[in-house]
């Protein structure tokens, strides 16, 4: 931390100093030509308590210079990893592809989806049994029932499945079901849902808050692996800016700036962050070419029907044109698909 | 919802109308000079299967006219609400001033500020004892005791208590200890936390998320009355741009549109929003001048010590200052302190 | 400034400290616990060049200390500027009201909206001759028979008159009509223009740009001061976010924050924030109440056939009741109206 | 445009018919189940005026159907633009590399840049000579001299040149200069500077402002297109957002959301957009497989000597990975490099 005094009285960064020290760190006093510098040497990432300092009448700002976070950092773990989820693979040299509707809506639609999935190559399915929905007037998902057609469909396909769970408490049922379990954006600071998916042994694939900051991002990552649980794919799926042409902007620079930082998996969702179906296929190939370890995509039999994210889904033939432009990016990228 | 056609051929048109007709609505098409539209009349809010025609290639875009609020909207009740919780009256000619630590500390810490309060003006203590935080490293508060310190804390100088919950299956807990309930920014979209403080009987106190719209706040207060509980106040407390000189950026217009769509009380935060407790004062003061119906403010008898948000919380002479300054500016807009 | 090491390697902090000292600062390096971190002292406004220095794969960041504006800061002047134009006084304890038309239209429409300006209170009278349009096709203003009729209107009302330049070689001739010069929102960062208005007597009106930082506004009216115009207002008129009801989002609290940094008068535009004439009283009074100098806002006889910026208009007894409304609150902050 | 009525009242509806009807329209009239709406009938880009309804108390939003944009519009002319420039081609199958420093320094500098940005295969050599800082006390460019030095570092080494302008009266001298004129960011809407390069011979490059929309970016494509000049190339060189770990927030979803819009050739300023120079290969990757027509990076002998934008210029081997980088990636997407 670095604590930049607004007053230069000696009386005052002696104060700073003094609590500085008691909260257990070194003070270097670094006197500059228009304002005066304390730097408080220790752990950084305890040091949170240090920022109250800002408080003071004569401190004018506090910085920090350490990133907070531990075990998602390459710091702690330099290789890539790799989350496995029974058949499939993503991360390092494994490029996944996580495709299928919003939600399920019945045993007929998910078997379709998921057949469609499987042919033109997907490794994960995907689909909604509980939906958070903006509307408590909308459709909610088909709950349990939800869960077991997607199963089933996952199991008939040969496809692994990957769904959101939305409170503590269903975390054991979606689990039991479920290969992989889904944090939503909008949950992404659920701390508690977050501790709770730490807790169980499934991959979790968590979705960035579409106001969360990078670095916020991989706290909420560090939560789940603080708990125990390692395997944990993030994902970028757009953020909330004054655009309005797109339902949300995709930081694609996010993919970089994360690879950068942790060993984790780093997955874009070009339906949600588009919203649109004839945008999702050139983000989709953006996002090999920006070295992201995997995509997430809705895929529906037939999007004009759909209950929920019908403008963004893509039809079969889109999806398989999709799957059949991205598979040289990959090859060049250095990946497998 | 008004259909904007990509395309005029006639074919295309016809199915767009079936497609609306199918769905229970009637269809009226207008020929444009450059675009025909087709408008589907019928009740709009259950029309969000409409925008699944957005996937149609010969479909421009789905425009919605309708707000999708109900319970929450003025139309449905045009006066405006009033929230009781024990002593305390928010809403109408009522302004109300919550106050109170970032979180309950210790029992010395919660009775001192209580009782600055108390002698202050405020009409309700706040203090977390479930703390959200960035940070797994960071105190996550004292839980079950901080909820019993907070409640003794109150009583003991005749102030209702308002604390946050933040899983679905602690809210009989909290409620049992809490006069109101609060659910905080990063769980606005909570849906399951949302529908189980809808079926208590406390009050709740509904903070905008970072990112959410004005109108997706009011959707999250319609979840919780479409689940039976009336009493909801509605909480501003700055939303997240690309400004860094403030923590957030107080969306004080939010005021007048709120008023203007609900007849909830909508108070401001503008510690949360500054994020510096020397732009506090001046932030209550316009939110008063905007129209809000109270404040909830941050204070603690010794900020720099404080185990979270010490560069927002106000000293209790401040805390004074902010009162001496807002009562004659809730006076002339006609309300009671 | 502060240089965070992303290498530990002596000969790494030997290379920067060198290539500091070479650039003439003092280079002071502390050894933290994870970081080694190099400060450079000396006068950091002309250190930008330090920034350079993050290209070095063994710099991770460049922290600067100091804020980069000078004359505009209340270092420099530590009381409150009040700007004059003509029998127009803003700042310190004179709150400023400047009204009229987004745009002149006619003779007519500028003398009628001049006399109600006037009739009501108004210090000032704005009118556009000269309009930024997002369409090339829309109305672009009058030109210099814009300024002529606005020069009139004023003048037979006793209102002294502002009114946009847009381009630097049009300053002369605006400058000659109009007692104050405006900057708008979309030119802010035309520092052709800002050196323009820094080098007449005319006092100059600064509106803030869209997604302009606070930081960046007062270095642009540092480009103007540092010419030699002393006279600078400086605007807050609502800056992008991802909110869609208002046209804009007023960051209100901007103006605290301007009035810790700078001695130069903060004025509101209520009427660009909102967009919507119904939300611009509940504005302005917000404004007076956080302390601003002035408001500036958009009357116009019949809003409904205005050529410009009709929904965000007031209507004159509209205008009547803000001016009423207005009143106590100016006084309550200690200030003339 | 479709006008939604606040009013059910007879009388109200009338009302807005009338005034449709008056700006040379037809209104049909839609009575829904809970709103009634007003369509105005007519070529819709000379209908801005009837949003001034939104004004009329029982008016409750004016909804426009059409994009604004003509000449730039797809409509207009369905194939995609090629833009010339000396040697140099963009857009359609020509992927175009423009490279450079962010400043012109020295007679030395740029023509050792402009030998690298040859000998690895760019297209175009970019320089600033005029530089927009936003510090009045950085360094402001080396104005002609840079333009004269610009211009005989291209011809030495067979580059046409593209260098900012940033006033009007300017343009003739730049233009005799530079193959190709630069609107920068910040003066994206400079309306007065658009209708001047709009007058001239050169092509133009165009930069998306910080806080534009994809809408407002081709109203000022359009500005210069209704001029006369066709050749405008468009450029995202990254949005503001909340983001800080990036200097800006790269929209690349604004590609094909332009390409289906526009015919104009789209360019992607990694450099910008990221602010670091480790992020500009993976972005400039994801430009190319995104369908962009070219991209303009900077390019600096020595980064750490940089007069400006140090951190974020390639050095001459990062440059040239680039280059290899980007070469199979091109040929996937069907054009030449």
Excluded at 144 to 157: C, I, M, R, S, Y
């Amino acid at each position: 931390m670095i604590i930049v005094m607004g007053s230069r009285e000696q009386r005052d960064v002696d104060n700073v100093v003094s609590k500085v020290e008691q909260l257990g760190y070194k003070a270097h006093v670094i006197l500059g030509v228009e304002r005066t510098v304390v730097a408080a040497v220790g752990d950084e990432r305890d040091k949170q308590r240090l920022t109250a300092l800002e408080s003071l009448p004569y401190v004018e700002q506090v910085v920090p210079i350490l990133k907070p976070f531990k075990l998602a950092g390459r710091e702690v773990k330099s290789e890539s990893s790799v989350v496995e989820c029974g058949s499939a693979k993503i991360g390092g040299k494994h490029f996944g592809v996580v495709a299928g509707p919003c939600s399920v809506e019945s045993r007929e639609q998910i078997n379709e989806t998921a057949a469609i999935c499987k042919q033109y190559g997907a490794h994960m399915l995907r689909g909604g049994a509980y939906k958070p929905r903006t509307s408590p007037y909308s459709f909610q998902g088909l709950e349990e029932e939800g869960l077991k057609l997607l199963k089933e469909a996952g199991q008939a396909n040969g496809l692994p499945v990957v769904t959101e769970v939305i409170t503590p408490d269903n975390v054991p049922l979606v689990a039991s079901y479920a290969d992989m379990l889904q944090i939503g954006a909008r949950n992404m600071q659920n701390y508690g849902l977050l501790k709770a998916v730490g807790k169980v042994k499934n991959p979790v694939f968590l979705k960035r808050g579409m106001a969360a900051t990078i670095q916020e991002l991989l706290m909420c990552a560090e939560y789940i692996l603080s708990e125990g649980n390692p395997n944990v794919i993030l994902c970028e799926r757009g953020i909330r800016t004054f655009e309005t042409e797109t339902r949300n902007t995709l930081d694609i620079q996010a993919v970089p700036v994360l690879k950068k930082y942790t060993h984790l998996p780093v997955v874009i969702d070009p339906s949600h962050s588009t919203g649109h179906w004839d945008l999702v296929t050139p983000m989709a190939c953006a996002a090999v070419a920006a070295g992201a370890d995997g995509i997430m995509v809705e895929v529906h039999p037939r999007p004009a029907e759909a209950f929920s994210d019908g403008p963004q889904s893509l039809k079969p033939d889109n999806f398989a044109d999709l799957m059949k432009r991205i598979k040289p990016l990959v090859e060049i990228m250095g990946k497998v698909l």
